[in-house]
């Protein structure tokens, strides 16, 4: 039953929430998160490594090739204040390579905190990152940028993901709720060497995900386009009480995909607007893009939710017009029969017929039962005709 | 059945998206698409040389004259960099004429990609032109402006098109996604040297163009306007089932419409605002009155919107009314019919008169038949007197 | 009938648009336009003369005399191109004396383009003034102000016409589509002397002019307003089905007169910020009351338009208690009745009371009838308890 | 009743608007309002003198010792222009007391007249100050301020009135429609030299005299909230016909009071920007607490027009369910009745039993008329076991 | 019963107001809040002292020690008048300890205007205070920031209180409307010394009292949803008249929190935004994320309000269709019944069989009564097949 799916997820959204009043910063593990994966791509023009579930150790020798371990880790040891973030901007530029470490799952704070240790990610950054239900936003950090997005996919019914994005000068650090399979068509063109991924910098490898996601909204809503329009024509041809509640039901994930695209498109707009060391003038042509299909995803989503509306006036509509042609044929047959009956029942009274003349003559008259059943057919026929007229019984078919 | 073709139209602007994940710049030729057909007009003050179905190589000749094949060709070879798109602006002047290369169809992405390097327009640019789900937009590149808008045409459904302008110095090429007549105005005054056109650049000739596609929203309106109007008589004279599927059509084509519109405004808007080399003060002017035009339409959109939900509601209590009418029918025959039935049943009861005096003693009255048929009488006056008091029998006539 | 009157003009709002990809600057004029008549009025503070139906030639000599003559005819022949418009920014102050063009009708295109050429204006702007559907909106010609707003008057139903003035140094063209007399106290005034308005400039004509304009929606609305309260009382005391489309007819005749009172807001808002040559700051303070009263007509306007949509909504509520009331009627008569029409079905059965003892002792018992009746009055003594309990029969009365 | 008295102000608001194309600045006195009373409070640190319905000399007395008549009566007879208005602004300090002009009623145009002069009041101040419909807003005149404002007040119904307050240095003049009794604290305050008034400037006054208005839409609103809490549990427990209409009613009031109170936020937010050289900081202060208090009264408001527009739809939707109910009971009935009625007159058929032993054998079985009553009972029992798994029956009532 | 608990703190919300024209700065104690009581805690880095229900002399030491008591309290003897508040700016230091004065109730004017003038708070601070009913807002005087902010919990209905937290160098002032525990777990963190809280300034502690009030919306509103979902399902499943009144009472608690949220985020964002000397840049990144939260807080809140509006439409609809279902039972019964009846009644009749053969011949037919009841099962027969057909019979089942 997809209501009960998508009603549990609203729960959830609240649930995970840490009690009111915790540190800032505490990291609220959801107990349901599963647990981290870590893969690593280094890439430049020249060559590609990828390494799949890497361990802590070989994570801490990678970052100290960067030239991000030492004051990082001194700097994580004496608290992950956020004095220390500025400190790490003086790093060196580690070299025209590009590092991407794709954190699958964020069900154990201990690996979470040392990845942000490594990478001079601040605390509140940290605590947005396992928290599952962030709205998108961007956050700059002096030496690095932090954006969070959801992503949405759409198999039976509407799923969603967190998926937040650390990206400095020559390394991208993602973080994915749970595995999905969004980024795969990226791996993909970086291994294979297609287009320019591979040629450019860390900014550019940054867009290629978020575009990754942004696409991963138009399934999505298609699937839930494609429902509307199945609505559409059940609610004109038959509809059930279900229709009401499919309705309702698409118009709640509509607002889900809203909730979803309207702050992102608020994001990345910052992203394109701020002006950020590490993102080239030539991705931001490219992040211009993602921002229209954005613009684009509101149009559709704003264009459904109207007709989501339309379709419930239709739908109340047709519950009239059906309960007004039950009263029809009710009122029909009614108007019909009570007449009748009531002459029937008028030559079924026991009037005694000898107690005087008046006294119920047609009974005893040679063609009394003719006479009655012609005075029931002219009735049958008067009423018939008015109905006629009134277009109620044959209008009726003709109308719909 | 014009619902059917509108859903069908929905859809397809969803399917032929290219997949998630999928490098920037791909183009995704849809393959519904038909093959290009490339006409070209040269005018200028003097004179106009027009062809049509141009070949590749026509095209290429036309170029050089124009100055823009050498160093556009080597920088298409080299990808298409938007490095390169800063480069071409280098080029030289052109003489006064303008050039006019119209491509109907975008179903061959080789003929498009070929174009594409021959003006230096930008792989993104060339995404957004073989597309048929653009919002219109303008965007600007150093030596050249691209606009995309949607061309709206309604001969029994609402139709739509994908109009894109790139414009240079000099010259001008269009991308249409099937043919339409609304540029042939534009190319009768060409051809006929009537107004100002052929003595203007290629920044009036563009405005020209932008001016036919707005245009083409006007009868789309007028359509929409009248089959209002039509389904204003049917509310209120006769609403049928239909009625209201109906004017859920024509509210969704209002939002198409308005989806088409509302974009285009801002475009023009931004046209007119930012400062482009080549569009003069003069032909601003122009653009100001086109941007007038998307204001009034928006107006009437929006109108026409509010008179469609207007009409719902009437609709809605154009069926309680009726609903009400039926009921009002059957509550009086019911209300009369009932109680004298009654009568004629109570004498139907085969109580022993003989049995006591009291036992039916009207059964065996001389004047029993006629007291009884009085009574009926008279219970049928007393309800008749009430039904009129209340408006209910004459009322229902007078007041409708 | 009110509706069908509107509705026309819904579409003559559009027929007259002319054909898509017209050339721009052509005057399409509407062949339903009255011919124009021309009337003049000169004065300053020391007097006033006034011509009425003024021929073209007398149309010179004035021009002449006012300096306008020479360099414009010269500028006109050559084109109305826009640059000359800037020219004529140069000609001579023209003495302190006002001079106000009225011209109703804009049936001639000869004669708009005339004057046109007279007072040297734009031709998008000629193409306005004939068009018959513009939104209020002010345009600065270097060396005059163009403003296109609606008129409204209500005799039966809301009309519309378009009005435009062209102010500049020393002079006001005015422009309406047919002849109205909301100008007339403004022409009292002046040959009367009463007020400033002889010893201004023509900037005060202009306001003067404006202010009569707007002043005529004031009428309109107490109208609108006035068909609102009656409908409110209908609503409540007997709604019909015509009340529903009264109250659309209403809403819709509000919403053109948004359409009206909207961008005329805004046309003078800007009218007033920007930085007109000719408009002194003393005309800038009367402006400013005349854009107080424009917005205190959308305060009208929308409060008018809410009290309509809650008028549709008390409609519904009403129709439904009506079929209530109906539905209430039918149930308390049919369920009284029901029983007693059984107990006396009961009775009628013809049993063979000779066939054993148990065969319906009751007919032949001495008060079998009294019985009869007796359980009847009872059933329907309940019956009614029940029904005087739920509120249902003498509550019905006290509800109301 | 309510709703006539509301309706009447609604129609007065318009009413009393002078003719369309009246000149500027002319007094339209509205004839049914009350001839004006002054009454005048003189106050410093020291003491205060206060006069009740002060004659026009006596005012001339108070003008001359301000410093003020002199060049105000001489600027006033040269026609009250503008440029006059600018010359007042030498006059000089007048001292630290204050003088406060209250005037009730504006039925007298030369009274106002003068009074306008002695203070240098523009003629569109006049004439705003005169006519009862005004927004609420304020126009800066260099030597002071207008403001105007609406009271309101609910008694039975709501009422408003008209405030405009000029405020210059060391004088405030108060107009108010009708003698209404908001300015009272305020006047005791004085009287008892409680709080800081007295020891204030005029501004600090004038703030005195918005507080006290802002004050008065408190009770207005509270009662409006009250109403919709009893409506709130009319609508619940047994909504009548009234019920829709006093919603209606309610929702219409408070859009009254929120056209009021908007303009009136804007007004003290213009206040409270713009530097007026007589505001001091201190009472810009008091002025931003005003602001809040009318920001907190718009919250109200917009929160009960939610709840309005909320009961609305649980009206409709306690009508359907009555209606509902109705039709259960019905069709309990019909569906009882009308099985039983049929078995009835089964046994009521005259066949003659001796024409076959297939005719109504029934009628001469020694158990027939207990079977036909046990036929009769199963069926019954069948039926309400039917409703009774449908709920309707017991279901009925424990739902509600 | 829940609806009129949250309708009695409507109420109330206006009921506490002081009357209108009352004294700015008059401190308006509620009759019914609890009286002051105070909790003080001082700490630093080194350590933490805490006191419970600290007496007015303890707290005077305390200020004495701040440095706060001498200026302060002949400023406040002096009047407390605004001038005085600039001048507590120029106090010392106060060394790098925190004293945190917690005041829960506000039943005691004297206890808020001593507090008030040890603090150096402006009088209408003081007001807004004690008065229950504020909007959310940040004010600035010079030396201390005044926020006010509502807090929500929800134990079994929505309840609100005000909190009011005044912030200087090195102090927090907080109050309280009643002993809530939203302040417990910062209150711990302190005494525990966990976390950063010991270590930093009062603005950080002003930073975690807000968190904390933040927070408290969180359960509130999953409270909220809950609900929610619990009446989809009821609407869904099995709406009762109940159904109505619970969404319209979600919907108001809705606006409620909305009430309490939205001003809330204006708040902080103008905390952030505005340069205060005691909000450090590290405090500000913590705000931010305290503002992301609220935005958070309105977009789930708009979601629910959506959502409880799709709900009130789905009753509705589920209404009109469980009456549909009612009227097609009905409809079914007497359009069965009926025909059969009134064949029941035609046989019922006493023509006298002898008077001629056309008398009803079928009494003495042999198979009369086979041939009645034969009839009587093809009428009911081909009246099932018809509403078969409709979908009528076995439809309502299957559709729903």
């Known amino acids: 039953m997809p209501r009960r799916h998508a009603r549990k997820h609203l729960v959830s959204r609240l649930k995970q929430r840490h009690p009111p009043g915790t540190m800032p910063g505490t990291l609220s593990i959801d107990p349901a998160a599963p647990r981290p994966v870590i893969n690593v791509m280094e890439f430049d023009a020249a060559g590609c490594r990828e390494r799949t579930d890497v361990s802590m150790e070989e994570l801490d020798g990678l ?59 601040h605390r509140l950054e940290l605590e947005d990152i396992v928290s599952s239900h962030q709205r998108a936003k961007v956050e700059d950090y002096t030496d690095h940028v932090y954006l969070v997005m959801r992503e949405c996919s759409c198999h039976k019914d509407l799923e969603q993901d967190q998926i937040s994005l650390c990206m400095g000068q020559g390394w991208v650090v993602s973080f994915q709720g749970k595995h999905g399979d969004c980024y795969e068509p990226v791996r993909q063109r ?25 696409d991963s909204y138009f399934p999505a809503l298609e699937h839930l386009g494609e429902t509307l329009e199945a ?6 041809l038959k509809p059930s009480e279900a229709t009401a509640a499919a309705i309702h039901h698409v118009k709640r994930d509509l607002l889900t995909v809203r909730r979803a695209v ?30 229209d299909h954005l613009v684009q995803l509101m149009d559709m989503v704003e264009t459904y939710r109207e007709i989501g509306s339309g379709l419930m006036d239709i739908y109340l509509a047709s519950v009239s017009n059906k309960m007004s042609e039950v009263m029809k044929v009710l009122t029909i047959i009614a ?35 003719p006479f009655a059943l012609g005075l029931m057919a002219a009735t049958a026929t008067v009423m018939l005709v008015y109905f006629g007229r009134k277009g109620w019984v044959f209008g009726t078919r003709r109308n719909r």
Chains 1, 2, 3, 4, 5 share one sequence.
Not at 192 to 211: F, M, N, T, V
Not at 231 to 236: S, V, W
């Open 63 to 121: 970052a100290i090739r960067l030239g991000r371990s030492g004051g990082q880790q001194r700097a994580a040891a004496s608290g992950t204040s956020p004095a220390s973030v500025s400190s790490t901007a003086t790093r060196a530029g580690a070299g025209s390579g590009v590092l991407w470490v794709d954190v699958i799952g964020t069900g154990d704070a201990a690996v979470i905190q040392h990845i942000g240790e490594l990478f001079g990610l």
């Open 335 to 369: 108007t019909i029969f009570m007449p009748l009956s009531f002459i029937a029942g008028l030559y079924g009274m026991n009037f005694n017929t000898q107690a005087s003349w008046v006294n119920m003559p047609e009974l005893n008259w040679a063609f009394g039962y």
């Open 231 to 236: 609505l559409e024509d059940e609610t004109t």
């Open 190 to 214: 970086i291994r294979q060497r297609k287009g320019r991924i591979s040629a450019q910098g860390a900014d550019y490898l940054a867009y290629a995900l978020i575009d990754a996601v942004v």
């Open 262 to 291: 309207w702050p992102a498109r608020e994001a990345i707009s910052t992203l394109i607007r701020e002006d950020h060391a590490f993102i080239t003038a030539d991705t931001r042509v490219y992040l211009r893009d993602c921002y």
